[in-house]
C-alpha cells in the first residue's frame, strides 16, 4: 500500500512537502512516481526517483521548483514544491513501479492528497 500525505492549502510562492510511504509488500519496486490531476483535467506526471540510483524524472512545467528524494529505510519518497503557483493545484497520487517512466505505467497506486495554491 502506498499512503501519501501533506497536501494543503498555500499561497502562491510558498511550499509544501508531500510524502508518500510504501509497506513492504510494494517496496521491491523500482522506482516512485508522483502524478497529479487538477478538476477537469487528465492526469498527469510529476516527478519520478528510481530507489537504487536515486535517479530522477520531473515533468518541465516543475523543474526548479519541485524536488523528489527518498529515505530507502523508511520506504518513503518525498516532494518538496517550492515556489508554488495557482496552477499546481491538483490532487496528488503517489505510485511505485518497475520502471523509472513519465507514462502512467506504475503498478501500484496511493490515494490522493489535495494541494491548493491560493493567488
Known amino acids: 500500500q502506498l499512503q501519501a500525505s501533506g497536501g494543503g492549502l498555500v499561497q502562491a510562492g510558498g511550499s509544501l512537502r508531500l510524502s508518500c510511504a510504501a509497506s513492504?509488500?510494494?517496496?521491491?519496486?523500482?522506482?516512485m512516481g508522483w502524478f497529479r490531476q487538477a478538476p477537469g483535467r487528465d492526469r498527469e506526471f510529476v516527478a519520478a526517483r528510481a530507489w537504487s540510483t536515486g535517479s530522477t524524472l520531473y515533468a518541465e512545467s516543475v523543474k526548479g521548483r519541485f524536488t523528489i528524494s527518498g529515505d530507502n529505510a523508511k520506504n518513503t519518497v518525498y516532494m518538496q514544491m517550492n515556489d508554488l503557483k495557482p496552477e499546481d493545484t491538483a490532487v496528488y497520487y503517489c505510485?511505485?513501479?518497475?520502471?523509472?517512466?513519465?507514462?502512467?505505467?506504475?503498478?501500484?497506486w496511493g490515494r490522493g492528497t489535495l494541494v491548493t495554491v491560493s493567488s
Open positions: 513492504e509488500r510494494t517496496f521491491s519496486v523500482y522506482a
Open positions: 505510485a511505485a513501479g518497475r520502471l523509472l517512466t513519465m507514462s502512467g505505467r506504475y503498478d501500484y
